[in-house]
């Protein structure tokens, strides 16, 4: 069967197929419905917005869909930027932006009060539109300065626990391993697995 991933983000499409271990099974992105309409991110939750844009991508191809929504939790800054994380700098804000903001924020704050955690929620809604959610997070803490130039987003500025290297330091693979959208997609497989033990259905 096919199940369509509610992003046009290839990479994204390219981590899930390789997490998620089900056999029989296509993931085809936004692009193959070209005319499909941006869903409009308006929710209050991280399971709202993975909600919106599954059921959009449901609803207009009759598909399974599957999508999800993650951002960064600090705890110094009342869980900022949260649901804003894509866009925390403003509506045109590049990645480097959006750090740069934090770290302003946060000058001053001590090392043992720079707690955080990135969340993933994944949204898979199937036939009779019924919505399923899985949640991963990981904790870590926030440097004082950017380093390393791998991966995306707040990564140059996030330390996971348990390790001296941000996420920009890491390599690719070492971050898929242990991340809160690894840990939702993991979770995500035995929800399916419970789900229909037999296998999705093959329409
Ligand atoms: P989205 O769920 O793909 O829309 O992600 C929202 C925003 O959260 C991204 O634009 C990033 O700024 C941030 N974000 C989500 N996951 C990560 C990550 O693994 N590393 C760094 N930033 C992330």
């Known amino acids: 069967m096919d199940i369509l991933i509610a992003t046009r983000n290839k990479g994204k499409i390219r981590e899930i197929s390789e997490i998620l271990d089900l056999p029989e099974?296509?993931?085809i992105g936004l692009d193959s419905f070209p005319d499909c309409p941006d869903a409009e991110e308006n929710g209050r939750t991280f399971d709202d917005n993975a909600l919106i844009k599954a059921s959009q991508a449901a609803y207009?191809?009759?598909l399974w869909a599957m999508a999800d929504d993650s951002g960064l939790l600090i705890d110094a800054l009342s869980g900022q930027p949260g649901i804003l994380s894509a866009r925390f700098a403003g509506p045109d804000a590049d990645y480097r932006d959006n750090w740069m903001k934090v770290l302003e924020l946060m000058q001053g704050i001590p090392a043992g009060k720079r707690t955080a955690r990135f969340v993933c929620v994944m949204c898979l809604v199937g036939n009779n539109n019924?919505?399923?959610f899985t949640r991963g997070e990981i904790e870590g803490t926030i440097t004082a300065e950017p380093r390393g130039d791998s991966g995306?987003?707040?990564?140059?500025i996030f330390i996971p626990a348990g390790s001296d290297?941000?996420?920009a330091e890491m390599d690719?693979?070492?971050k898929n391993q242990i991340s809160h959208r690894?840990?939702?997609?993991k979770k995500m497989q035995h929800l399916i697995n419970g789900l229909v033990p037999s296998g999705l259905p093959k329409t």
């Open 25 to 27: 099974t296509r993931f």
């Open 60 to 62: 207009y191809s009759g």
């Open 130 to 132: 019924r919505a399923f």
């Open 152 to 156: 995306f987003g707040y990564d140059p």
């Open 165 to 167: 290297r941000t996420f």
């Open 172 to 174: 690719p693979a070492e």
């Open 182 to 185: 690894a840990l939702a997609l």
